[in-house]
């Protein structure tokens, strides 16, 4: 049975528990159709009053929402406000400012606490020495930073005075970090000395100085680096300052500039199905907002809580679920710098019971690692930790399997924790789809239903509405406050990649396949549509690491397919000609890890094929054209059942067979 079928028939229902629906922001059933009969009875109005009662305004908006250029959708446009004052300010004049804002978790196990004032002064001194630099409102900053009290605050301190912050993974190689320098036009780089993940160093500052030297980059000024280890580092005089030099005279207040609602709040890079990789650019008044709501609907946050979000700031995810949403709705929650399976594989449980946290959230890949490290030693087993502060969980960035979604439920949840599968996207800005821990009876392996105000729907090849139980393209039929803006500097692949005429040029493409549940309505996602890869919930472009291979001065050709993997989900699977004959033995072996270290150099080391095969060809059309489908099929190790008379080269097919 595929996991498909095995999804189609996935019947078990799990109610949300009694006493939580009872307290919920949105309580049962009830409570979510009420909510979601208002945004269908008046959608302005649904999003009107939420904006009013969510966000402080400096000037309140008149028009919520303009569709007169659409797709490029405009909410809330004559609205002023500051993100950064929504997020600490507001908190110091509501009574939070002795409240812990962060308890910040370094990788050797050190705990550092942050209030909401210390927060906010330190945000307001890198503002301030952001601007004693030049940064200013509309300018752009790149951030390649770890996990830390600093990182959010560069983002914050950004958002206060205006600029527009890209935040890129620490995980990106100097090439890639170079191209995101270039397309946003930065002023600036905020960077540390090193990153620490799982005892081992990763030198950022040198990376940065690789990436600017590789050339481009002349608009950038300054870059400014967070001492985290102490480790060596080369400062270039004139553009090279440390953080603590930068911030040290600077007062702990900073007048927020008040933008309009659609000021770009940041640009995030993702990978689409061709091309370089998307600026995704966000606004600032539409995307706190969902930023927020979310917080409150799917989270259902309290007072007290201790949210832990294990994702990083790199990701949309650190984005909408640390950076922002936890602090404009006033939370307590925990930064970890580290990984989860160091110093073992039961650091996450330990650090729930240490922390007593109360909503945790993190991604199937982290689940399913750590469902077979507690297989192979049952010390790290979640059964071993009290982790009885925990109500709600949390799953983003893939499909999570059934089977893992049972064992989170059981062993970490004790069966009385509500696990909201939230299906969002970096262009979604927050969640989508999802459970209501307080009304949605889950189904393992289903997002369930759409969020009040979010109009998704499965449609087909044309844009037609489908019945459910018939699979098809998710697409989401109304504009809502946190969607992307355009893609930055290309408005033509905005809507060409988001709003595509084939489905009629007003569906929102989210890129994913779908199916509804006959009886229940629930959403099921299938996986993605395009050629995109999701590999440990990062998304790689299969076209992205072809350019990359055919960069090597070896390689003549190369597609790239994704396979299924029991942890990562998808793992890559390379097919590769060289232009020298077909490497056997050890040699393939050898230039396989070339060609793997090159693609780690090129875009980064998520990005590293787990498997290339070499061929003396690929399966192609008479037209040309690479048979993509078969080599998935190949890939898989699966017999090709399929016809391939159309082949123009068949017999290649069992060179690439075998995986060297
Ligand atoms: C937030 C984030 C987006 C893609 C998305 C889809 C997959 C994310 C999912 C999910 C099934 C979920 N995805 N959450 N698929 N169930 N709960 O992950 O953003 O990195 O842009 O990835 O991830 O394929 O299109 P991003």
Redesign the pocket.
């Known amino acids: 049975m595929s996991e498909t079928d095995s999804l189609k028939q996935e019947s078990r229902m799990f109610e949300p528990p009694a006493d939580l629906a009872r307290n919920a922001a949105i309580s049962g059933m009830e409570g979510y159709r009420t909510l979601c009969a208002e945004a269908e009875r008046d959608y302005e109005g649904f999003w009107a009053r939420l904006a009013n009662e969510n966000l402080a305004w400096h000037k309140p908006f008149t028009k919520t929402l303009d569709e007169s250029a659409a797709p490029f959708y405009k909410w809330f446009e004559d609205g002023q406000l500051n993100v950064s004052y929504n997020c600490l300010d507001r908190n110091l004049q509501n009574g939070n400012a002795g409240k812990t804002a962060v308890i910040f978790e370094a990788d050797d196990g050190k705990v550092t606490r942050v209030t909401y004032q210390e927060l906010h002064d330190k945000v307001c001194q890198v503002a301030n020495g952001l601007k004693s630099l030049g940064v200013k409102k509309g300018d752009r900053v790149v951030i390649y930073m770890p996990m830390s009290v600093e990182g959010i605050a560069a983002m914050q301190a950004c958002a206060r005075i205006g600029a527009t912050h890209s935040v890129v993974f620490g995980g990106f190689s100097a090439k890639s970090l170079q191209e995101r320098i270039i397309d946003a036009g930065a002023v600036a780089v905020v960077t540390a000395d090193e990153q620490v993940r799982g005892g081992k160093q990763l030198p950022l500052k040198a990376i940065v100085d690789e990436a600017i030297g590789m050339g481009g980059c002349e608009h950038l000024k300054s870059v400014v680096v967070y001492r985290r280890t102490g480790g060596n580092v080369a400062m270039q005089a004139g553009r090279d300052l440390w953080l603590h030099d930068v911030t040290a005279n600077q007062p702990a207040t900073c007048e927020p500039e008040f933008v309009g609602a659609e000021h770009p709040l940041f640009i995030l890079y ?1 990978s689409g199905s061709t091309g370089k990789p998307k600026g995704v650019q966000h606004s600032s008044g539409g995307y706190l907002l969902w930023a927020m709501l979310t917080m409150k609907w799917t989270f259902d946050i309290k007072p007290d809580d201790i949210f832990w979000c294990t994702a990083d700031i790199g ?3 650190g984005h909408t679920y640390i950076a922002y949403g936890p602090l404009a709705i006033g939370a307590t929650q925990i930064v970890f710098e580290g990984v989860p399976t160091y110093p073992n594989a039961g650091r996450f449980w330990d650090m729930i019971a240490r922390h007593k946290a109360t909503i945790f959230y993190t991604a199937p890949t982290a689940i399913r690692s750590l469902i077979k490290a507690s297989e192979a030693d049952a010390n790290v087993h979640p059964k071993n930790f009290d982790l009885s502060s925990l109500r709600i969980l949390g ?6 399997n059934p089977e893992a979604w049972m064992w989170y439920y059981k062993n970490v949840g004790r069966e009385k924790c509500p696990i909201v ?8 800005g927050g969640h989508m ?2 459970p209501l821990p307080g009304a949605t009876p889950m189904v393992p392996g289903s ?1 369930t239903l759409p969020l009040p105000g979010i109009m998704a729907a499965v449609v087909d090849e044309t844009g037609n509405d489908l019945p459910n139980g018939q699979g098809g393209i998710l697409v989401v039929k109304r504009p809502w406050p946190s969607m992307i803006r355009t893609i930055w500097g290309d408005p033509e692949r905005f809507k060409k990649s988001y709003f595509p005429e084939e489905l009629g040029g007003t569906l929102y493409l ?3 396949g779908s199916i509804r549940n006959e009886k229940t309505g629930y959403f099921t ?1 299938t ?2 549509i395009d050629d ?1 890869l ?1 590999v440990s ?3 790689m472009g299969t076209m992205e690491i072809e350019s990359a291979l055919v960069a090597h001065p070896l390689v003549a050709e190369s597609a790239v397919v994704g396979k299924p993997d029991e942890t990562t989900g998808e793992s890559i699977c390379a097919f590769v000609v060289l232009k020298r004959a077909r490497p056997e033995g050890d040699e393939a072996k050898q230039i396989a890890k070339e060609l793997r270290d090159w693609v780690g150099k090129e875009i980064g080391p998520i990005a590293k094929p787990k498997e290339i095969r070499f061929g003396d060809n690929l399966p192609k059309t008479r037209s040309g054209k690479i048979m993509r489908r078969l080599l998935r099929v190949l890939a898989k190790g699966e017999q090709i059942t399929q016809d391939v008379s159309t082949l123009e080269n068949p017999a290649i097919l069992d060179q690439l067979k075998q995986a060297q």
């Open positions: 993702t990701w949309v995810t799953s983003v960035g893939e499909p999570i599968d939230t299906f969002w996207q970096t262009e979604t789809i999802t997002c989210a890129g994913d996602i996986g993605r995109v999701n919930g990062h998304r």
